[in-house]
Each structure stands twice: as C-alpha cells, then as structure tokens.
C-alpha cells in the first residue's frame, strides 16, 4: 500500500483553508457511519460547482489515517477490505454553473476485518481538460468516520482551566482538555455553568458547538469563551467600555457539566474566576466626589 505524503498531498486538504478559492463544494464534510464486518452501508454527497462554467468532477477515495492533533492526516489507497461504489448509472458527474447534485454511494467492509475507527477520505476535484499538460488536482474532500463493530467509549477531562482567574472584565477563555482512551471518535459536548456568590445560575456556554471529533488515543483542548470582544484590551477608555458593555462584579464558580456518560461532572473540579471592574468603579466615585463637591459649594453660597 503506497502513502500519499502530506506535503505532496496538500492539496487534498485545501477544505482546512476556506480562504482558498475553489470550482467545488462538496457537503456534508464529516459523515458518521456504523457497521458490522461484512455488512454495507449506504450514504451520500453533494457536489456543487461553485464557478462559473460547466465542469466535470471526479471522486477518489482513500483511506486516512488520523494522527494526535487537528488535520494531522496521513493518506493512502483503499486496501481490499473497504470497498466503496457509486450507486449511479453513469460515471460522469457534468454540472453548469452554480448546479449540485446528490452522489449515492455503497461502502461494503469485508468479515475479516477487526473492530475499530476506519476513515475514508473522498475526494471531489474538477477533472482535467484534455490537452492541458500536467494538471495538480486540488479539489474539497469529506471524511467519512466508520465505527465497525462494538467499540468501546472512553473519554476523560485531563484539565479545565480558565485564561485567567482575576480580571477586570469579559471576555474570559476556558479550556477543557479531553483525552481519548477508547475505540471510538469521541465528540464531547456539555454546557459550561457560571454561577454567582449567591449561587444564582448568571451563564449557560455551550462547549464544542463544532463538533470537533477526538481520535483514539489523541488529546484536544476545546475552548468556550465567555464574553465578546478581544481578552487583552489596551488603554484606559477602551477597557472602561469593555467594563461598561460586559459588566459582572463579584467572584463567580464555573462548573464544567459534560454528556460524557463516564465521566462523573461532580469528578471534574469547578474553577473561581474574580470580576473586579475597577475603571467603572474608580468613575462611578468620581462622579459622585464631583456632585459631592459641587453640592457643597453650592449651599456655601
């Protein structure tokens, strides 16, 4: 089985930089499937031509291997025991500009092979004119995470942490870390609670609205943020505004609640962050030294 190297390969993940131009969009870019050895499964694309010319498009498939961090991906050809198919009478796929169409394709894994997360990359990408010389073809790509047979789910929070425990004002940053020790793509999700000295519930974040998967044996840190605006606001007017716009006052206990089935969330330890808005303070008195002064003054007249 011959790799294909990501630096010879980079074009295949050009779908990690949207900033990048291209003929094709292809959706759903992440498809989860689940499969017994020697069973087959259905499932679907959608290719767009996102120009503005007729073009024909081709697909490949390849498998993927997934390494410790985000797109660390490593590509190969589809060995014999995962056959994919197009469930389509002709091969071609022509569509005019700004046109889509749905691809149905068959994905068979033989008996033989062992329980485990198997990813298949296919690969979207305008098909070559004729007569135009060498052509590197770049193109979007979808990943299909394929759980065969039962695997086992197991999922820890290494670390929840915050970018900083006194501050002024929002936005602060949390991180919770989560490591992987099953057999499965993990996708963690959960809530994040934020509750005032009162115990009054004052925040409800969400943690990994995108979904983003965690491969076996693999860590990632997924951050929610708590506020708008930039965290490191510099002079004194602007971080008034940022106190003024946001304001919270007081120490406030954050509790990470995850839907991880084995993990306790009473396990994971809350964190304390400080809310101290001293610009408005030091204004608020201000104004009320003035009005005091300018109180006195007046009824001394």
């Given at each position: 089985?011959?790799?294909?190297t990501?630096?010879?390969?980079?074009?295949?993940?050009?779908?990690?930089?949207?900033?990048?131009?291209?003929?094709?969009?292809?959706?759903?870019?992440?498809?989860?499937?689940?499969?017994?050895?020697?069973?087959?499964?259905?499932?679907?694309?959608?290719?767009?031509?996102?120009?503005?010319?007729?073009?024909?498009?081709?697909?490949?498939?390849?498998?993927?291997?997934?390494?410790?961090?985000?797109?660390?991906?490593?590509?190969?050809?589809?060995?014999?025991s995962?056959?994919?198919?197009?469930?389509?009478?002709?091969?071609?796929?022509?569509?005019?500009?700004?046109?889509?169409?749905?691809?149905?394709?068959?994905?068979?894994?033989?008996?033989?092979?062992?329980?485990?997360?198997?990813?298949?990359?296919?690969?979207?990408?305008?098909?070559?004119?004729?007569?135009?010389?060498?052509?590197?073809?770049?193109?979007?790509?979808?990943?299909?995470?394929?759980?065969?047979?039962?695997?086992?789910?197991?999922?820890?929070?290494?670390?929840?942490?915050?970018s900083?425990?006194?501050?002024?004002?929002?936005?602060?940053?949390?991180?919770?870390?989560?490591?992987?020790?099953?057999?499965?793509?993990?996708?963690p999700?959960?809530?994040?609670?934020i509750?005032?000295?009162?115990?009054?519930?004052?925040?409800?974040?969400?943690?990994?609205?995108?979904?983003?998967?965690?491969?076996?044996?693999?860590?990632?840190?997924?951050?929610?943020?708590?506020g708008?605006?930039?965290?490191?606001?510099?002079?004194?007017?602007?971080?008034?505004?940022?106190?003024?716009?946001q304001?919270?006052?007081?120490?406030?206990?954050?509790?990470?609640?995850?839907?991880?089935?084995?993990?306790?969330?009473?396990?994971?330890?809350?964190?304390?962050?400080?809310?101290?808005?001293?610009?408005?303070?030091?204004?608020?008195?201000?104004?009320?030294?003035?009005?005091?002064?300018?109180?006195?003054?007046t009824?001394?007249?």
């Amino acid at each position: 089985m011959s790799a294909i190297t990501r630096t010879g390969f980079v074009a295949l993940i050009l779908f990690l930089f949207p900033c990048v131009a291209q003929a094709v969009v292809v959706s759903p870019q992440n498809i989860d499937l689940q499969v017994e050895p020697g069973e087959k499964i259905s499932f679907e694309l959608v290719v767009t031509n996102d120009s503005t010319k007729t073009l024909e498009y081709e697909v490949q498939f390849y498998s993927v291997e997934l390494g410790g961090g985000p797109g660390d991906l490593s590509f190969f050809d589809l060995t014999d025991s995962i056959v994919v198919r197009a469930l389509r009478e002709t091969p071609e796929i022509i569509l005019e500009a700004g046109q889509n169409q749905k691809i149905f394709y068959e994905l068979a894994v033989t008996s033989g092979v062992n329980p485990g997360t198997k990813v298949v990359a296919a690969q979207i990408f305008e098909k070559p004119s004729e007569g135009n010389g060498v052509v590197v073809a770049s193109g979007r790509i979808s990943l299909v995470f394929l759980s065969v047979g039962e695997l086992q789910e197991l999922v820890e929070v290494v670390d929840f942490s915050s970018s900083v425990s006194r501050t002024s004002h929002l936005p602060i940053e949390f991180y919770s870390v989560f490591r992987n020790d099953g057999e499965s793509v993990a996708q963690p999700s959960g809530i994040i609670k934020i509750s005032n000295i009162f115990g009054k519930r004052v925040e409800a974040l969400p943690i990994n609205e995108e979904y983003k998967r965690i491969t076996p044996g693999s860590e990632r840190t997924v951050l929610t943020t708590w506020g708008n605006g930039e965290a490191a606001k510099s002079g004194f007017i602007r971080e008034l505004r940022q106190e003024f716009s946001q304001f919270h006052f007081g120490i406030y206990s954050v509790v990470l609640d995850t839907n991880i089935s084995n993990i306790d969330s009473s396990s994971v330890a809350p964190i304390r962050v400080v809310l101290l808005p001293w610009r408005t303070i030091i204004v608020f008195f201000g104004i009320l030294l003035v009005l005091g002064v300018t109180v006195f003054v007046t009824r001394k007249k």
